[in-house]
DNA sequence: ATTATATATTGCAATATTACGATAATAAAA
DNA sequence: TTTTATTATCGTAATATTGCAATATATAAT
């Protein structure tokens, strides 16, 4: 196995937990602060600072770009990865409800 | 590799990281909906309920319990799973934190 | 045009995750 | 005490993820 059943999930859950996964990552994590710092933010950038090689950095930017929750534009010969705002509070609310309608009424 | 470099993280964006992987899974956050609908939870009912193997969703429910958003006490020959308030509670200010820290400065 | 710089993609190895059947462990019921 | 019911653990197969070197691609600078 090591696939995931989607199918016997709601689109709700398969997203949530999508966006759960991809927020799973301490690379990820730190990407999303070090941008959230600078002004302008590219790849190389974050290679020196995070240390992880560039292929995988390049590849962490884009699970990241894949949810929507960053937007890269080509500046020069260097990219400007950004935070997508509007995407980023439309997450932050959709994981706030899940918390929010999640309760317990035993123990 | 397949590995994660978690030495070059600090402990904040490790924790981070794993209660977003934690949560990161349609099972799971199932698992997480039907607790909260109920006023007690045993493991048969969630096999039921979410139509993977006994297993599987045990081992799902020790994941949760790992990172202390669950916790089980013994009722009889079954088990009673139920949601840590506070621990929830806990968690959800943290990821709040940490989407309200992060921001776009850019593009 | 050639070179330098920045990022993306490909291919691959190592490890992790998901899922399940089989089985163990535990406690209630008969 | 044997059976039944419930959950946990083990072993294993299949797939996913992480990470990197090598290479491709694209643009700016020379």
New interface residues.
Partial sequence: MGI???Q??NER??D???????????????I??H??K????ICNDLVEE???AQATISQHLKELKSVGLL?G?IEGKSM?Y????ER?TE??SE??T??N???????
């Fill in positions: 995931t059943k989607s016997i999930f859950q398969n949530l937990a999508q966006f759960f996964k991809v927020l799973g990552h301490p690379a990820r994590v730190a999303l602060q941008i959230s600078q002004n302008s933010c995070i240390g992880l937007k534009e400007c950004c935070i997508n705002i980023w997450v932050q994981l706030n899940f918390f309608n999640t309760k317990s009424n035993c123990c």
